[in-house]
């Protein structure tokens, strides 16, 4: 599965939240980065919302920046179970 991540550099939560996702060891994933800075489209879609993570093409509901990798890791099973 692949989760898509919208951020830009300087977001503080776009870093948080990368984090914790590479923190996860149970969950196989791919983590793609996208820097919403280098396109329009992404720019203007995005730019009030970021983060903004995407399992496959499912947005998923922005988790509290004060989840842990845990909490984080339970969202993501969810979703990733139901979207196989």
Same mark, same amino acid.
């Given at each position: =599965?692949?989760?898509?991540?919208?951020?830009?550099?300087?977001?503080?939560?776009?870093?948080?939240?990368?984090?914790?996702?590479?923190?996860?060891?149970?969950?196989?994933?791919?983590?793609?980065?996208?820097?919403?800075?280098?396109?329009?489209?992404?720019?203007?879609?995005?730019?009030?919302?970021?983060?903004?993570?995407?399992?496959?093409?499912? =947005?998923?509901?922005?988790?509290?920046?004060?989840?842990?990798?845990?909490?984080?890791?339970?969202?993501?099973?969810?979703? =990733?179970?139901?979207?196989?």
């Amino acid at each position: =599965m692949r989760l898509i991540l919208y951020s830009k550099p300087g977001c503080h939560l776009c870093e948080g939240l990368q984090e914790k996702l590479e923190q996860i060891q149970t969950l196989s994933f791919e983590l793609e980065v996208r820097d919403i800075t280098t396109r329009d489209d992404w720019f203007q879609a995005y730019q009030y919302e970021i983060p903004v993570l995407y399992l496959e093409d499912l =947005m998923l509901p922005r988790p509290s920046p004060r989840s842990s990798v845990q909490q984080l890791e339970s969202v993501l099973q969810k979703y =990733m179970s139901s979207n196989a």
